[in-house]
């Protein structure tokens, strides 16, 4: 099973050519969400309050088959306020708090028959959540695969050296990390991605992937590298393609079984050619995704 750890949050979507949309997203509960549509058991641990935008969150949950761990608290629900450019790019401002009270205490009962657990995006920046997230990461780390998505937002996160720190600490936890061109320039202004993506293979994980919107994925393991090209699609919007991409990635290991504490020797050893037809089925399900409005991730039967 998949356990997702992060936030919960409502988009509300700005745009001068289409009425203002609500959706349920936030990067980690769109990833629990994408896995599960993908035919994969998951449990979602964030927050989100008693409130309509929380009951838009756990509606969205069910309607999903998404096991939400947590229930809904007494403060607001966060808020994720996304502006389109006029080729559907998002930039965003947030109102939120991130924090787990009890997830220490609730940790047993999450981990078990947890095969892999994902983290990331202001879950894993935002104190004082953070701190709680990195330490079910350690707690996870000897039975579960660990994976990793930075989904840095300077808007909320300003200093920069504060947010490398924080990244490279679940880098060194992680067996699979996904970044994007973007999360790594603004994180090492002075090096070219592929380079800290291969050094931040050299701090621990099997598998480091960079997406690069319409150049393609790349990925380098211990086999090398490789990339294979994006799906040429008719552009709605890019709310939640990186997530959707995340997705898959993580279902795609799964269905090879590479999946587990016990599996951490065989995910290391991966062929190129497993890594490239993963990869491509990744850059399928961003497709889809950028191809209709909002966090919308494709359902297996639309990958086949």
Known sequence: ???????ALVDEVLSDTAPRRSHPGGSPMNVAVGVARLGRPVQ???????????????????????LNAFPADDRPTSVATATLDPAGGARYTFDLEWTLPGLADA?????????VLHTGSIATMLSPGSDEVLTAVE???????????????????????????QA???????????????????????????????????????????????????AVAACGACEVPAVTVSVADTVGAGDS??????????????????????????????LEAILAYAARAAAITVSRPGADPPYRSELR
């Open 1 to 7: 099973m998949l356990t997702v750890i992060g936030e």
């Open 44 to 66: 979602f641990v964030g927050r989100f309050g008693a409130d309509a935008y929380g009951l838009l969150i756990s509606e969205h949950l069910k309607e999903n088959s998404v």
């Open 107 to 115: 940790l047993p009962r999450l981990l078990e028959g947890t095969t």
């Open 139 to 165: 707690r996870a780390h000897p039975q579960a695969t660990i994976t990793y998505d930075p989904n840095c937002r300077p808007t909320i996160i300003t200093d920069v050296s504060y947010a490398r720190d």
């Open 168 to 218: 490279e600490k679940f880098v060194r936890l992680a067996d699979v990390v996904k970044a994007s061109e973007e999360d790594l320039a603004w994180l090492y202004p002075d090096e070219p991605a592929e380079s800290s993506a291969r050094r931040w293979l050299g701090m621990g994980p099997g598998i480091v992937v960079v997406t690069r919107g319409s150049r393609g994925p790349w």
């Open 245 to 274: 991409f995340m997705s898959a990635l993580l279902a795609g290991l799964m269905d090879r079984n590479f999946d587990g504490g016990a599996r951490r020797p065989e995910l290391r050893k991966i062929g190129v050619g497993d």
